[in-house]
């Protein structure tokens, strides 16, 4: 019976969720998306001088940052979700490592699983008061955590970067700290860390999705940005993610008209391959030409990814489309499965943050793959290699 009450709880809950994305974007029409419209509208003014007031603060040092002592990139963007951010910051460690630094990324684990309350209280209790140390996903040499305790895209880094720490904490000074005295890392990269300014980044690289820059340019909860457009001016570089390589004028005249020092670079998310889920069978993509496919995928632009698969010459019989981090139950997982077994379809294909989401112990019928993306530069440097040497070693770049 509690079961059955919890599941009708978390379903109303995923509807009200989804309800609130339509509205956000455009999609719902009615007197009760309309009230409901200028409610979000209300919090947003709220929320706008909350978000200003602290910037604010931190640029008059009445409230302080706190530096380190080694390098710290600063990867985020001005809204929330779809940008296409964690291959950036794995594209950049690897880069980093391979470059010689000690590097360590600090997420904040969006949705990991907090530490049971009852150990909470009796860590405390045993060690006189003090907060529980940092989540360690990866020390360099193996992945601790599963993508439940450490959320999906500290995971996802870890298992993609051998060499490379991730660690996991709200607090990013802490757990740079953290990752200093104990690792001996020279390199901080902050995951989503555009909005973290207690700890300054000696480089700012905003991220902004060329094909929805700003959604209906308000901040959250009516749209979808974390804080003004104007507060681009904070970057260092500014990548235009998800770029066609044409260029868009009026968005770079925004751009230089809150920055003009920011150097602007174009780059693409590129599919690489087709990786089989829990298993080791990797396939090119020419496979998918003419193939039957299912699509499902929990992120913020799933239109993105499904594109893709069409892109590929694959024609898309199923999608099944969840909220952005979406946990998937055993049962919506089956009935998945049964749709695409029922429809004899050659593939399911889900993306590689999803992936890490699924039950090593569920299978399903037809093949599962996830579409594995990677990261081109377009324009601003021949190679994203050549960027890195740029960005953080300008002193080798100009000799």
């Known amino acids: 019976m509690l079961k059955k009450l919890l599941a009708i709880m978390r379903n109303r809950l995923n509807r009200f969720e989804q309800f609130t994305v339509d509205v956000i974007y455009g999609r719902r029409s009615g007197w009760s998306a309309a009230a409901?419209?200028?409610?979000?509208?209300?919090?947003?003014?709220?929320?706008?001088g909350i978000v200003q007031a602290r910037v604010w603060l931190y640029k008059k040092r009445i409230l302080h940052d706190q530096p380190l002592g080694c390098l710290v990139v600063v990867v985020?963007?001005?809204?929330?979700?779809?940008?296409?951010?964690?291959?950036?910051?794995?594209?950049?460690?690897?880069?980093?490592?391979?470059?010689?630094?000690r590097v360590a990324i600090l997420s904040r684990g969006y949705k990991s699983k907090s530490e049971p309350l009852l150990k909470q209280w009796w860590r405390r209790l045993s060690h006189g008061g003090e907060p529980p140390p940092p989540k360690v996903v990866s020390d360099g040499r193996e992945v601790l955590l599963d993508s439940e305790l450490a959320g999906d895209e500290p995971y996802m880094l870890a298992r993609n970067l051998p060499g490379v720490l991730v660690i996991v904490d709200k607090n990013r000074v802490k757990s740079g700290s953290y990752a200093i005295k104990k690792y001996g890392v020279d390199t901080l990269i902050l995951d989503d860390g555009y909005q973290y300014l207690p700890l300054k980044g000696r480089l700012n690289l905003l991220l902004i999705d060329k094909t929805n820059p700003f959604g209906n340019e308000k901040l959250l909860p009516r749209g979808i940005l974390r804080e003004p457009i104007k507060h681009l001016k904070r970057a260092s570089y500014v990548l235009l993610t998800k770029s066609d390589g044409h260029p868009d004028g009026e968005l770079e005249e925004l751009i230089?008209?809150?920055?003009?020092?920011?150097?602007?670079?174009?780059?693409?998310?590129r599919p690489s391959h087709l990786q089989e889920v829990d298993g080791e069978r990797r396939m090119e993509l020419d496979v998918l030409q003419g193939c039957r496919v299912g699509a499902f995928s929990g992120i913020a632009a799933p239109e993105s990814f499904e594109g893709f698969l069409r892109d590929l010459g694959a024609s898309v019989?199923?999608?099944k489309r969840f909220l952005d981090h979406h946990r998937f139950t055993r049962e919506e997982l089956a009935?998945?499965?049964?749709?695409?077994?029922?429809?004899?379809?050659?593939?399911?294909?889900?993306?590689?943050?999803?992936?890490?989401?699924?039950?090593a112990d569920?299978?399903?019928?037809?093949p599962l793959f996830y579409l594995r993306l990677e990261i081109e530069i377009l324009d601003g440097g021949h190679d994203f290699e050549e960027a890195v040497s740029r960005i953080c070693f300008p002193e080798l770049s100009r000799a």
């Not at 963007?77 to 490592?97: H, I, Q």
């Open 362 to 366: 569920v299978r399903s019928e037809v």
């Open 256 to 269: 230089r008209h809150h920055n003009r020092e920011a150097e602007i670079i174009e780059c693409s998310h």
């Open 317 to 319: 019989f199923l999608t």
């Open 36 to 48: 409901y419209s200028l409610f979000l509208q209300f919090n947003s003014f709220l929320y706008s």
């Open 76 to 101: 985020g963007n001005l809204t929330v979700g779809g940008t296409g951010k964690t291959p950036v910051v794995e594209k950049f460690a690897r880069s980093l490592t391979e470059r010689g630094r």
């Open 335 to 359: 009935e998945i499965f049964r749709q695409a077994a029922e429809a004899s379809l050659d593939f399911l294909i889900t993306t590689e943050k999803d992936a890490v989401r699924i039950p």
